[in-house]
């Protein structure tokens, strides 16, 4: 069964906007961990956060993570086309990761 | 200093052929992990393997499939007698002996089968 699971499913957004995606998980983690997946490609490690931390940033990149409510938030800010992508958080127990289906977005010129 | 080298890209199999797929990690990474992905869904663990060992296969189909990691050269997914069931990327991660941090993955390999 799934261990992340994301929202929103797709976000379309403007050039220079920031976008917010969420993630949910269901058991206790070590860290968790976000990819980005370009279309047709591999997956790109952009960020992990372990269960100690609460905020991490990493350029444009800020993630947040809440043991107790057992959520982890990406933000990208000002968005760039490049980004467009599909992102995927992970939740990671030892050696395996749990990916959720993913939020696409898509960055408007 | 190349990261983890997948191949083919590519493969198109008839059902009941077999597919090979090739993971060579990055170099100094004695860990590798397969990773299959259907089309809209996220990456579902299939396996874990160290060097001749496999460590937890409990991702994989009970049949059919089946994956090993040699002392020499690159990590094999192997899946006999396909079925259209199988079409999907499969992706290959690689990450140092100690600590689990960083995982790498490879570009993956999309298996369409015909």
């Known amino acids: 069964s799934q261990q992340g699971e994301e929202d929103p499913q797709a976000l379309s957004i403007q050039e220079g906007e920031n976008a917010t995606m969420n993630c949910s998980y269901k058991?206790?983690?070590?860290?968790l961990q976000w990819y980005r997946q370009n279309s047709g490609r591999g997956l790109v490690h952009l960020i992990l956060i372990r269960s100690n931390e609460r905020e991490k940033h990493s350029g444009r990149l800020r993630v947040t993570l809440d043991t107790s409510k057992k959520s982890s938030s990406l933000l990208i800010t000002a968005s760039r086309a490049a980004d467009t992508a599909s992102y995927f958080c992970?939740?990671?127990?030892?050696?395996?990761?749990?990916f959720g289906a993913g939020t696409t977005v898509t960055v408007r010129a | 200093n190349a990261g983890v080298m997948q191949n083919p890209r590519h493969l198109v199999r008839r059902r009941g052929q077999e597919a090979r797929l090739r993971c060579s990690p990055m170099?100094?990474?004695?860990?590798v992990y397969w990773y299959r992905q259907l089309p809209e869904e996220g990456l579902k663990f299939m396996v874990y393997l160290q060097k001749e060992n496999i460590i937890d296969e409990s991702g994989m189909p009970k049949e059919r499939f089946s994956a090993e990691f040699p002392k020499e050269g690159p990590s094999i997914l192997r899946i006999q007698q396909v079925v259209r069931g199988d079409s999907a990327a499969y992706f290959c991660?690689?990450?140092?002996?100690?600590?689990?941090?960083?995982?790498?993955f490879g570009s993956g390999t999309r298996l369409t089968v015909v």
């Open positions: 170099k100094g990474h004695s860990h």
């Open positions: 991660a690689s990450s140092p002996p100690v600590g689990h941090y960083g995982y790498t």
């Open positions: 058991t206790s983690i070590n860290n």
């Open positions: 992970a939740t990671d127990n030892d050696y395996k990761l749990s």
